[in-house]
């Protein structure tokens, strides 16, 4: 046993031994390397020392490797837009027809797209690649417009507008190809924005061609018809009345409101929302222009026949309002030229009211005679014929006189009111039918003072010549439905009462017939008791009441003849007759009668003073009808 111990130690003890050499060596080996490292470290360091400064050197390469290739690709950018000039030459200068219009303009997009970008470079060795693009656009812009404008024209010749207008169709459009293509063209103009203008002005440029071109069609084609307008009115007798729709203004405001909308349909097919307007207006002012003319000439011809044309102002006035309410209803910007254009004829139509008026009572108050046989004067009969016709212009009257003071046409003053006229203050009526009273009431009252100092020495004439005046006057309103519908009551109140009044101033002259009548029958009153009958009042009578029965009944043969003969003698109105007639068979028959039933045996049937009976009488009254 203690020899195996003593054995098992050994070999650890050489084992350990083994170790601590293995151990010495690794120690050994570690200097070596330590040794080797420190070598290292100190051989690094100058090799860092020495790679330092080549290494700048190479960033410093790099960064210049760097710009120059930056460099040379700036120049191949600044190449490229000569080399798009190179290629967009031949097309642009080959003209819009070879080339065809997408093409062209994108050809044009192409060159606009290499002038930018020279631009941008700012460099002065551009400049004159920057120029010759300019003008090569130009050249294009140019080729463009004069393409717009020639296929434009293709579709603008004057066209007769009566063929349109009396078959109610619209006015021919845009050929759609030709419409197609001008609208092309104006969409790259306007979007291109040329550098050398503002955007907006470069936009005009088809606006302005399209109203060069299209402005003279719509004068052209509206000529006739404002020429038509003047000629229409012209007339052969200075006396004559305007009547509703003989001039061709009517006509000619139809064209151009149907022109205008045609107008306006065809260059919405070519320019944008925000360029309609202003281009309808540059197309229509030529045509404006005619339009202001023509009624500047209507307006000398009403200003020269005011008494006899002035329904042609209310017409003018009716219908040209109309046209700029329906011009303004489509937003079309012309209602202030069309109104500026009106307003000289609407202010002589306005005027012309207190002239009609005045013209009446001058006319009366001017006469120097009037007829001996009690016959109407013109002037009645001329004024109820206005009258007549005033109410075919209600509409355009009761607008001007909406601007007037109120019964402004009363006095020269027709000013606008500072106030508006309410139409329901005039005692219920309205201010035209306020006006045609005054009108009426005028003539009667201006007649009678006239005849009170002419006709002074005869009532009776004054009577048939009041009441021949007053027919015309009734007969004029009760043939004119119109007319009878805006007279007031109180207006025919007062012309009967002057129809009674002018009945009797005739009949004054009859009193001396009734006097001679009425004392007889009052002459031969019933004493007391019991009434006699008429024969017992005839045998009652003595020899000188007889013979003044007789003298009565001879002068009231010779006064009725005479009454008679003088009735004939005037020239009444049938309707005056026969009023007059009524009026006398009221009267005279019934005295007559009572005073033939209790005198008339006073010719014992010989007719030497009872010249007629009951029947006769009648019979002769009758016949003055």
């Not at 190179?86 to 997009?109: C, F, H, K, T, V």
């Not at 924005?193 to 440029?205: D, F, K, S, V, W």
């Not at 207190?354 to 001058?362: I, M, N, V, Y």
């Not at 003044?548 to 005056?576: C, G």
């Amino acid at each position: 046993m203690p020899g195996l111990t003593r054995s098992g130690y050994t070999e650890e003890s050489a084992e350990v031994e083994v170790l601590l050499a293995n151990v010495d060596k690794l120690k050994g080996l570690t200097r070596k390397i330590q040794g080797s490292l420190q070598r290292l470290e100190t051989t690094g360091q100058g090799v860092q020392d020495a790679i330092k400064p080549v290494y700048g050197n190479t960033s410093r390469l790099q960064i210049t490797n760097t710009n120059i290739d930056r460099i040379n690709a700036a120049i191949e950018k600044i190449k490229q837009p000569l080399d798009r000039r190179r290629r967009e030459e031949p097309i642009i200068r080959g003209g819009l027809q070879a080339a065809g219009l997408a093409e062209y303009i994108a050809s044009m997009d192409r060159t606009q797209q290499a002038l930018g970008d020279l631009k941008h470079s700012n460099l002065r060795s551009n400049q004159q690649a920057i120029q010759e693009l300019n003008q090569l656009l130009n050249q294009g812009q140019s080729e463009l417009e004069n393409d717009f404008r020639n296929t434009l024209r293709e579709d603008s010749n004057a066209v007769e507008p009566l063929h349109y207008i009396t078959k109610n169709i619209p006015f021919p459009p845009l050929n759609l190809d030709n419409a197609s293509k001008l609208r092309v063209i104006n969409q790259y103009v306007v979007s291109s924005g040329a550098q050398h203008e503002g955007p907006t002005e470069h936009a005009q440029r088809t606006a302005q061609i399209y109203a060069e071109v299209r402005g003279p069609y719509v004068r052209a084609t509206l000529q006739n018809l404002a020429t038509g307008s003047v000629q229409t009115v012209k007339k052969t007798d200075p006396s004559a009345i305007y009547r509703q729709g003989t001039s061709g203004i009517g006509t000619y405001c139809t064209a151009i409101e149907s022109l205008f909308a045609a107008e306006f349909e065809n260059l919405s097919e070519i320019f944008g929302p925000a360029q309609r307007v202003p281009v309808h207006n540059e197309v229509c002012k030529q045509a404006l222009n005619d339009f202001s003319k023509t009624l500047g000439e209507l307006h000398v011809h009403i200003k020269n026949n005011i008494l006899t044309d002035c329904f042609l102002a209310y017409e003018v006035v009716d219908i040209v309002n109309r046209l700029s309410i329906r011009m303004d209803s489509r937003k079309f910007d012309v209602k202030q030229p069309i109104q500026e254009a009106l307003l000289p004829i609407r202010e002589t139509a306005k005027a012309s009211l207190s002239r009609l008026l005045e013209d009446t009572r001058s006319r009366i108050q001017n006469l120097v005679t009037l007829p001996a046989d009690g016959a109407a004067v013109p002037v009645t009969s001329e004024t109820m014929t206005r009258l007549q016709l005033l109410p075919l212009y209600i509409h355009p009257l009761e607008t001007i006189m909406s601007t007037m003071p109120e019964n402004g046409w009363r006095s020269a003053d027709s000013r606008p009111s500072s106030k508006p006229q309410d139409p329901t203050s005039i005692v219920g009526s309205s201010p035209f039918s306020t006006y045609i009273s005054d009108t009426i009431n005028e003539l009667p009252t201006a007649l009678e003072a006239k005849a009170a100092v002419l006709l002074r020495t005869s009532r009776s004439v004054q009577g048939v010549f009041l009441l021949n005046n007053l027919t015309i006057i009734e007969r004029a309103i009760a043939s004119s439905r119109d007319l009878a519908a805006v007279i007031p009551d109180p207006t025919r109140s007062r012309l009967e009462l002057f129809r009674k009044k002018a009945i009797a101033l005739y009949t004054n002259q009859w009193r001396e017939a009734q006097t001679i009548l009425m004392y007889n029958v009052h002459g031969s009153r019933l004493s007391g008791g019991a009434p006699l009958t008429d024969a017992e009042v005839f045998k009652s009578l003595n020899s000188k009441q007889r013979d003044e029965l007789k003298e009565k009944f001879k002068t009231f043969n010779n006064t009725f003849d005479e009454l008679v003969a003088r009735h004939k003698q005037f020239r009444m109105e049938k309707e005056v007759k026969k009023v007059l007639t009524e009026d006398l068979n009221k009267t005279i028959p019934p005295l007559y009668g009572k005073f033939y039933d209790r005198y008339h045996d006073i010719d014992k049937g010989k007719g030497k003073y009872v010249r007629y009976d009951k029947a006769q009488l009648a019979a002769v009254l009758q016949s003055l009808a």
